[in-house]
Structures are given as C-alpha cells and as structure tokens.
C-alpha cells in the first residue's frame, strides 16, 4: 500500500518562496522510479487542479498559471518528489496535494498561504 506524505507548506508573502516535499512509502525506489507524480492544489470553494506532473524518466508538465515559477522535481532514491514555488502570488493559495497517477494515490495536503 503506497503512501504519501507532503510537508513544506505555509504562511508566506506575495513574492516569496516556498518548496513542498512528498515523500512516498510502501513502495520500492525502483517502482516508484516508474511512477509519475503530480501536485494538485484545491482553493476554498473551487476544485482541485492539476499544477504540475514528472514522469518516472523526468519529462515534466505545467499548468500555464505557475509555468516560469514552479519547478516540479524527483529523487527516486529518497522516494521524493518536491515542488519549489517562487515568486508566489495570493491566488495561489489553496492545499496542495501529491498524487501518484498509477496507483491513483492521494497525499492528506499541505496548506499554501500568500498574503497580499
């Protein structure tokens, strides 16, 4: 049973930086090395979007909102995958999830919060 936990999130200011953490347990470094990951966010209110994706050999995909400011990444040996978000803006505030796509599991989410 593959879990994920996230961890990075928190209270920062329009332009600052913040990076996300998803560390995967249950699993092999090799099976997850061949697992794509992604982050979803979820504002108050609005459904849950895709942010960011990177399959196992590394191509990645952006939501056109964060594309320049975000960078997604992986580390197959630590089971990890991060999200480093700069130049934040207020509306990017919402909880942020992890998710592994072939095993379609979810991260119980870290709150994102940039204040104007």
């Known amino acids: 049973q593959v879990q994920l936990v996230e961890s990075g999130g928190g209270l920062v200011q329009a332009g600052g930086s913040l990076r996300l953490s998803c560390t995967g347990s249950?699993?092999?470094?090799?099976?997850?090395?061949?697992?794509?990951m992604s982050w979803y966010r979820q504002a108050p209110g609005k459904q849950r979007d895709l942010v960011a994706s990177?399959?196992?050999?590394?191509?990645?995909n952006y939501a056109d909102s964060v594309k320049g400011r975000f960078t997604i990444s992986r580390d197959n040996a630590k089971r990890t995958v991060s999200l480093q978000m700069n130049s934040l803006r207020p509306e990017d505030t919402a909880v942020y999830y992890c998710?592994?796509?072939?095993?379609?599991?979810w991260g119980q989410g870290t709150q994102v919060t940039v204040s104007s």
């Open positions: 998710y592994a796509v072939q095993t379609k599991t």
């Open positions: 249950g699993t092999s470094g090799i099976i997850f090395s061949f697992t794509s």
């Open positions: 990177i399959t196992g050999d590394g191509s990645t």
